[in-house]
């Protein structure tokens, strides 16, 4: 069990030939997505063997199809390397590739035997079993894949360089070894990608004693859920709960994998991925790998799911697992135990996720019982009280809405108010600056308000207050906007401009849209380019009626609603 399991690093001669030959034959060069820095990690430092290059067209067929490789041998999510038409149409079969981290740095290389256009809509239906965005994994897939999978052999350069918590990375042989080298036999693993709480303690902590096993606490620290605790804020959370184990009998070590929230085929490649790291079990709760609910508020996936594909395949796979219900606070007991256990009637207590969020942002009180403070004083550091929180107010509608004009009224109204850095990121503003290369196409708009996305990410990251105010005609892209805001711990208000296309028209001083309407201005927004209306912004001012004054004390008590700002603020009072 604990003998090395094949990587895929090259040796220094064969990695110095490699190098000459990329220099001597200008080979392309592809920047690496986060989730393909992932995935190439785990294929070249063993955790996904026997898989050992991106799935190329006849494997990728029957994982989609059965969750089997060509072969027969059980591979549950397709592990693909997705790159641009353009891109593609450089490569022929026996080209070179340079896969590079963001840096530049050449990670590996792909000797090209194959490329292939996926359905990713039914590769959506067969493999997560539906085709809504509001699964992340189907989101990606259909929103920010490329066209055009590659396939080939695959020799790695060098690992993916990590500066933080070093000594938790440890690779699939890097557990092994120390697995052996403590005398540990019997290894149960804990997959999980939020922190620990008194629960999820007492859970592991049951797990292992009943089964005189060692414990693997093996968190995912690439891509999680999108507005899941970032990884960092996690790690410093378990480092605290480490304490709280007997000494000597468990091991925290870090996984670079990025979640596709699978339900019950992801469960299979946790499952994989432990025994390739050394362990003999793998705990199996409620919903393993669950992406939450689907657009009509039901659960993407039966609630045991997982945990019955785990049962079935547990033997092929060589790995045990250990079954666990949800754990409950039981205060007539003072103790946590699973809820089928509680006696016809028994009180008992849990705290939500969703609670516990609502709980931070405002600053509430969180109860011993639920958590260590330890770890809610962690939390509290990377989540304080909304009125302390960074956030964007983005603003969207047509030309002429009124936009510029409540964007300024807000900005000034709110640096009247104090208290946070505040900074006006006007569409026309900065177009001039950091977009003055681009012009009006798809494309060109796209990245203009992409850019301008990230500097409010920036800005809310370090707790300022962004308000942008383009016209962000596409519904993708304002939702990009949002979950790179949020993702690096923003606030994020979408405020829809309503006015009638009528109304704007009529208010046009520059005569753009009657230059669009003379075929003088092309791809002209709301003339002979649609405007993707929000379905369902944080706010809707129709400024017909409203004086900017008006529609920008709506705004305050939205902010004041969602807990950004006080009410001295919104009434201008010390």
């Known amino acids: 069990m604990l003998d090395p399991i094949p990587e895929h690093y090259a040796s220094p001669e064969v990695k110095a030939r490699f190098m000459e030959k990329i220099r001597e034959s200008t080979a392309p060069r592809w920047i690496l997505s986060r989730r393909q820095l992932c995935d190439l990690e785990l294929l070249l430092n063993g955790a996904y063997h026997p898989l050992d290059a991106f799935l190329g067209e006849a494997d990728y067929a029957r994982v989609v199809a059965e969750g089997r490789l060509a072969d027969g041998t059980l591979w549950p999510l397709p592990v693909t390397l997705d790159v641009p038409e353009k891109l593609a149409e450089q490569l022929d079969s026996g080209s070179l590739l340079e896969l590079c981290d963001p840096e530049g740095i050449p990670l590996a290389a792909l000797e090209v035997s194959g490329k292939y256009r996926p359905d990713r809509r039914a590769e959506a239906e067969r493999v997560f079993g539906t085709v809504d965005p509001a699964h992340p994994a189907v989101r990606h897939l259909l929103e920010a894949t490329h066209p055009v999978y590659l396939a080939g052999h695959l020799t790695g350069l060098t690992p993916p360089p990590h500066y933080d918590f070093r000594q938790l990375r440890l690779g699939p042989n890097e557990l092994r070894a120390r697995f052996k080298a403590l005398g540990w036999r019997r290894v149960i693993a804990f997959q999980t990608r939020n922190p620990l709480h008194r629960a999820h303690f007492e859970l592991t902590f049951r797990a ?17 859920r999108p507005g899941d605790v970032d990884a960092y804020t996690r790690v410093r959370c378990y480092q605290k709960v480490l304490a709280h184990y007997p000494s000597a009998t468990t091991l925290l070590a870090l996984l670079p994998l990025a979640m596709r929230m699978g339900g019950p085929r992801e469960v299979l490649l946790h499952m994989i991925i432990r025994k390739n790291c050394g362990a003999t079990d793998l705990i199996v709760g409620r919903d393993h790998a669950g992406p939450g609910r689907d657009s009509g508020g039901r659960p993407f996936y039966p609630p045991y799911a997982a945990r019955e594909a785990a049962l079935e395949h547990a033997e092929e796979i060589g790995i045990g697992v250990v079954a666990f219900d949800e754990m409950v606070y039981a205060p007539r007991r003072g103790e946590y135990l699973p809820a089928d256990e509680l006696a016809p009637g028994e009180e008992s207590l849990t705290l939500s996720g969703t609670e516990l969020r609502r709980r931070l942002a405002l600053g509430l009180e969180i109860p011993e019982w639920f958590s260590f403070p330890e770890v809610i004083g962690e939390l509290r550091r990377s989540q304080p009280p909304l009125a302390r929180r960074g956030f964007t107010v983005f603003l969207t509608g047509l030309s002429g809405a009124g936009k510029s004009t409540v964007a300024h009224a807000l ?55 962004a308000i942008c105010a383009p016209i962000a005609p596409y519904a993708r892209t304002r939702e990009a906007v949002r979950d790179l805001v949020q993702s690096r711990g923003g606030g994020f208000v979408e405020v829809y401009i309503s006015t009638p296309l009528a109304v704007c028209e009529r208010r046009d001083r520059k005569g753009l849209y009657a230059r669009a309407r003379a075929g003088l201005i092309p791809d002209f927004t709301g003339v002979s380019d649609p405007y993707e209306a ?41």
């Open 411 to 465: 900005a000034e109204k709110l640096l009247e108010a104090g208290g946070r850095p505040v900074t006006l990121l006007d569409g026309d503003l900065v177009r001039q600056t950091l977009s003055s290369e681009l012009g009006f196409s798809r494309e060109h708009r796209d990245l203009h308000i992409r850019r301008l996305g990230f500097v409010a990410s920036e800005i809310s990251k370090s707790g300022g207050c």
């Open 534 to 574: 929000p379905a369902n912004p944080d706010l809707a001012i129709d400024t017909t009626e409203l004086s900017p004054e008006e529609a920008c004390q709506k705004i305050m008590l939205k902010l004041e609603h969602l807990g950004y700002i006080g009410s001295e603020a919104v009434s201008g009072l010390p």
């Open 208 to 224: 292992a004693r009943e089964r005189e096993a060692n414990l693997l606490i093996h968190p995912a620290v690439g891509m999680t």
